[in-house]
């Protein structure tokens, strides 16, 4: 039985991503901010789903030594670790010459450091027993830009960076390393950004949503929780061991203008 861990699974896309993983059977390592009646509710609801058993850990993206952690306790409870999500993040948008040194401080930590610790934890297990799917959720801004959001962009292209590096140093090994890069999908961090960018672009929330978001996808739809939870398995079958070093749209066509 194969294990994923899955950071920021306790909401949004993580969680689509998990759910997919416990239906299929696999062993679960949920992760993330949340009460814990809720987390507990979820971690319950994940382990009826399919053979598999699901966990919890509490690690902060901000703290290596608990990202370290959270591998280790996941390889001593479940024997292997054969896929890791990096996937958890924030977002916020500010002007650069106002945009808080603070917030750009936990922007790159949580959305590019995180994926780095996690990264560096498990691939000693993933060598060793030649195989391993290292799937980081990036964004459309890991490949194009938008203003106001200098943080997340720059974390979300060093992503890329870091699934490129780690890939030709996997490839020996069996382990991959890709990028899934979403375009906007309707999720609790999306319904925030809606509030804020009508704010520094001084528009409406309709607006944005129909002229800033809708319009940077030539589909016109928010992508959906479970296409990209469906792509995410599909990179962790036996099917795309040649697929690596890859940073994949799943956007609409967003980047293709
Ligand atoms: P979300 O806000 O619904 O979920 C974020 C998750 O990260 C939550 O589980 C939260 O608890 C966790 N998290 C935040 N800070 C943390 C910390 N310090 N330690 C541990 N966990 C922490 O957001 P989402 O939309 O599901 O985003 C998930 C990922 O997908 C992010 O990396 C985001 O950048 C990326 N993404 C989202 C979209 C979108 O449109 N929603 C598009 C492209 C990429």
């Not at 319904?191 to 929330?205: H, L, P, V």
Request: aromatic fraction near 6%.
């Amino acid at each position: 039985m194969k294990t994923v861990i899955i950071t920021g699974s306790t909401s949004g896309i993580g969680l689509g991503i998990a759910e997919n993983f416990a239906q299929a059977g696999y062993n679960v390592v949920l992760n993330g901010l949340g009460k814990d009646a809720e987390i507990e509710a979820t971690r319950m609801r994940l382990a009826s789903l399919g053979g598999g058993d699901v966990i919890f850990h509490g690690a902060n993206m901000l703290n290596p030594d608990e990202i370290a952690d959270l591998v280790h306790t996941a390889e001593k409870k479940f024997g292997s670790v054969e896929v890791i999500v990096p996937n958890a993040g924030i977002q916020h948008v500010e002007k650069i010459e106002d945009f808080p040194i603070g917030k750009w401080d936990a922007i790159i930590a949580i959305n590019l450091s995180s994926a780095f610790h996690l990264i560096r934890a498990a691939m000693p297990g993933m060598k060793k027993q030649k195989f391993g799917r290292i799937i980081a959720i990036a964004s459309a801004h890991g490949l194009v830009a938008s203003p106001y959001k200098s943080a997340y962009v720059a974390a979300k292209h060093g992503i890329v960076g870091l699934v490129k590096t780690v890939a030709l140093e996997g490839a020996e090994f069996g382990v991959t390393a890709n990028a899934i890069c979403p375009g906007y999908v309707e999720t609790p961090l999306v319904s925030g950004q809606i509030a804020d960018t009508a704010k520094a672009r001084d528009m409406s929330e309709e607006d944005v949503v129909n002229e800033v978001i809708l319009k940077a996808q030539p589909t016109k739809q928010f992508v959906k929780v479970a296409q990209i939870a469906a792509f995410a398995a599909y990179l962790a079958s036996d099917q795309t061991a040649q697929i690596t070093g890859a940073a994949l749209p799943m956007d609409g066509g967003w980047t293709a203008q």
